[in-house]
């Protein structure tokens, strides 16, 4: 048994919209580091109580939160448009809380890790580390409109599967880079981030140079403790498991968690 307590908090947001947060408590006396996670996925079904044993057991709070219109969340989905307000106002809310003791990392893949990249824009004083797997720099340039032109195929796919009516997705066809794609571009606002980060990317991944673009702007241009204080693993897999006939060592395709939890130390 690792966790004391577990629950479900509805959290406030600046402009009162309510997010779902499970939050995982250790066993022994706090208070302890927080690790979160923002998904679109639902909480409860890739972060439940079985999924945080490790952090639990290393002594950081487990913290995994509905983004705003998923899940258990109040409010209205727009894929990534709220989730440098949201991500900000939810690690300060996490700072204040009794069992935390301000230091506050996040991690996870994908969208999550584009979770953490626009919390990271936000610069919240009390988010001091991140762990980015497979996400972009920016989702205008790697996966909405790469070269201006909207990417059909990837993005009315997944924003299906997110519950979004295809009149809903956003067009035109053709779009330039705008002000919001400028606001949630990492390279664009990389003086703005002042943490260290852990970004890991796959050779063969849908997002191979945005994560390599993340890496080379913070590591040259990132703010104070951002610059010259990042680290990349590179990999031999895609936005998933590699299929057929290339081989590898065993060890190629797997990121032990061990490695992401000794990053918040």
């Not at 996870?108 to 584009?114: N, Q, T």
């Not at 990492?186 to 003086?191: G, H, I, K, P, S």
């Not at 981030?193 to 050779?203: A, E, K, L, S």
């Amino acid at each position: 048994m690792f966790a004391q307590t577990a629950r479900e908090e509805m959290v406030t947001m600046r402009d009162g919209v309510h997010l779902a947060t499970s939050i995982y408590i250790p066993l022994g006396e706090g208070p302890w580091p927080v690790v979160l996670t923002r998904t679109p996925y639902g909480k409860d079904m890739m972060y439940g109580p079985q999924a945080h044993k490790e952090y639990l057991a290393h002594g950081y709070v487990r913290v995994a939160q509905d983004v705003r219109g998923k899940g258990k969340s109040e409010g209205k989905y727009a894929a990534f448009v709220d989730d440098i307000n949201d991500g900000y106002d939810a690690i300060e809310w996490i700072a204040k809380q009794p069992w935390s003791n301000g230091k506050i990392g996040m991690v996870g893949p994908s969208a999550m890790g584009i979770t953490q990249n626009l919390a990271a824009i936000a610069a919240p004083p009390h988010l001091v580390t991140a762990f980015v797997q497979v996400a972009p720099s920016s989702t205008f340039r790697y996966s909405n409109y790469p070269g201006g032109v909207f990417l059909k195929n990837l993005n009315e796919e997944w924003l299906k599967a997110q519950g979004v009516a295809t009149g809903d997705i956003a067009r035109p066809v053709i779009r330039d880079y705008d002000e919001e794609a400028l606001t949630h571009d990492l390279r664009a606002q990389v003086t703005h981030v002042t943490i260290p980060m852990y970004n890991v990317g796959g050779w063969y991944d849908i997002f191979e140079q945005g994560t390599l673009d993340s890496f080379t702007a913070l590591q040259s241009e990132g703010g104070p403790k951002a610059r010259g204080n990042q680290k990349l693993m590179m990999g031999a897999f895609g936005h998933g498991v590699l299929k057929g006939d290339l081989k590898y060592p065993a060890e190629a395709g797997n990121l032990n968690g061990g490695d992401a939890i000794r990053w918040f130390d």
